[in-house]
């Protein structure tokens, strides 16, 4: 076993959140799924992530009851699960030593949000010299707001800026920073071996 895939923050956190209706895939859990079940024939270990954010009284905060896997994602016996309150899924967890204690040197990456916590953490791996794989369609994200938008708007406001990046551009401007530089970036299909739909 050299290969480990990380299934970041595929939790019921985001879907406690009203943008959760602009997720670029509501169906994110099933493809993280399909990922999962392909590892664990493959041999590889399987490292389940999720973000916390301790005492904030936010969807992430552990006292919430949020922090949870997405229904359908059951971690096996032998299968870490590591809480994080980085973005990255390696600086507040012992993630590195983990990968380091097993042998690992290649990481699969799949999960909520795209550009935030999957990408850092593939930016991340990839500095400390790990071979990164990143499943862009086995991830999920919203769309971004410019950063001087103002804050509480609903989801219509939110879409109707053209400012606003949505998650196709957010998907292919993360596929562009890292491919070539960072990660392999493939598709579901090229994982798992399943021909792309048409």
């Excluded at 998650?167 to 491919?179: C, F, G, N, P, W």
């Amino acid at each position: 076993m050299s290969r480990a895939l990380l299934v970041i923050d595929v939790q019921e956190s985001f879907r406690q959140r009203p943008i959760w209706e602009l997720i670029s895939d509501p169906d994110i859990a099933t493809k993280a799924g399909r990922l999962v079940e392909h590892a664990r024939a493959q041999g590889d270990l399987v490292v389940w992530v999720l973000h916390t954010e301790p005492g904030t009284g936010t969807v992430f905060d552990p006292e919430r009851g949020y922090v949870q896997l997405l229904p359908g994602l059951d971690p096996r016996p032998g299968e870490p699960v590591l809480t994080k309150s980085s973005h990255n899924a390696f600086t507040t967890t012992a993630l590195q030593q983990l990968l380091t204690e097993r042998g690992i040197r290649e990481v699969v990456i799949s999960g909520i949000r795209t550009e935030q916590c999957c990408e850092t953490t593939a930016r991340l791996a990839s500095d400390l010299g790990y071979r990164v794989t990143f499943v862009l369609d086995a991830t999920a994200t919203n769309p971004i707001e410019a950063p001087d938008a103002p804050p509480g708007r609903g989801n219509a406001e939110i879409l109707a800026d053209p400012r606003t990046l949505g998650v196709d551009e957010v998907m292919t401007r993360t596929e562009y920073v890292l491919a070539g530089r960072f990660a392999t970036v493939v598709r579901l299909a090229d994982v798992v071996g399943e021909p792309a739909a048409v």
